[in-house]
T-cell receptor, first 111, second 116 residues
Framework: KNQVEQSPQSLIILEGKNCTLQCNYTVSPFSNLRWYKQDTGRGPVSLTIMTFSENTKSNGRYTATLDADTKQSSLHITASQLSDSASYICVVSAIGNQFYFGTGTSLTVIP | GAGVSQSPRYKVAKRGQDVALRCDPISGHVSLFWYQQALGQGPEFLTYFQNEAQLDKSGLPSDRFFAERPEGSVSTLKIQRTQQEDSAVYLC??????????????FGPGTRLTVT
């Protein structure tokens, strides 16, 4: 069964600290993996997208990694800011235009 | 340019009522997706259009759910005889015509449906 699992479910960190969010998937055949940020009451916004051949992709303070062999991805946030408080969703796309969403990690950055 | 817009942003319906949710995709985007997002959960796929053709509706939870995109642009998701379990945020996303493997999805703000 195609699944995407994220951990932790929620996370609270101090402003300025780093954090890493995890995503494990069983989606096959794999096409690409995306990380989205979803602010409360808003639609998800894309942060990174990685295909099979890419193992790291950065977008400002966000760095995503992908290990296609172990089917794991991580999103590392550096020097967190209050505006980073949001839900972070891992989405894995299968060949054939199917998208599988994780349940998200709720991140709260406190001053 | 304008992003994906959805209306209404909030909808309260009494159980048994029919509702219609509208999605205006980004101009020129051929692909359109509908998702259902329950509170505290990730979005779940409902249906997918390429232009006016509904290519996949495997995620629609019951025959009370119906989606259309008659002219290949605006789409409407209709829910008949709403039930309390239909309460969720309904997200619409559109994608430009690109190589399938890296096609980006642009999401609207969603419609929050509450069935009382």
């Amino acid at each position: 069964k195609n699944q995407v699992e994220q951990s932790p479910q929620s996370l609270i960190i101090l402003e300025g600290k780093n954090c890493t969010l995890q995503c494990n998937y069983t989606v096959s055949p794999f096409s690409n993996l995306r990380w989205y940020k979803q602010d409360t009451g808003r639609g998800p916004v894309s942060l990174t997208i990685m295909t099979f051949s890419e193992n790291t992709k950065s977008n400002g303070r966000y760095t995503a990694t992908l290990d296609a062999d172990t089917k794991q991805s991580s999103l590392h946030i550096t020097a967190s800011q209050l505006s980073d408080s949001a839900s972070y969703i891992c989405v894995v796309s299968a060949i054939g235009n199917q998208f599988y969403f994780g349940t998200g990690t709720s991140l709260t950055v406190i001053p | 340019g304008a992003g994906v817009s959805q209306s209404p942003r909030y909808k309260v319906a009494k159980r048994g009522q029919d509702v219609a949710l509208r999605c205006d995709p980004i101009s020129g985007h051929v692909s359109l997706f509908w998702y259902q997002q329950a509170l505290g959960q990730g979005p779940e796929f409902l249906t997918y259009f390429q232009n006016e053709a509904q290519l996949d509706k495997s995620g629609l939870p019951s025959d009370r759910f119906f989606a259309e995109r008659p002219e290949g642009s605006v789409s409407t998701l209709k829910i008949q005889r709403t039930q309390q379990e239909d309460s969720a945020v309904y997200l619409c996303a559109s994608s430009p015509p690109r190589q399938e493997g890296t096609r980006e999805q642009y999401f609207g703000p969603g419609t929050r449906l509450t069935v009382t």
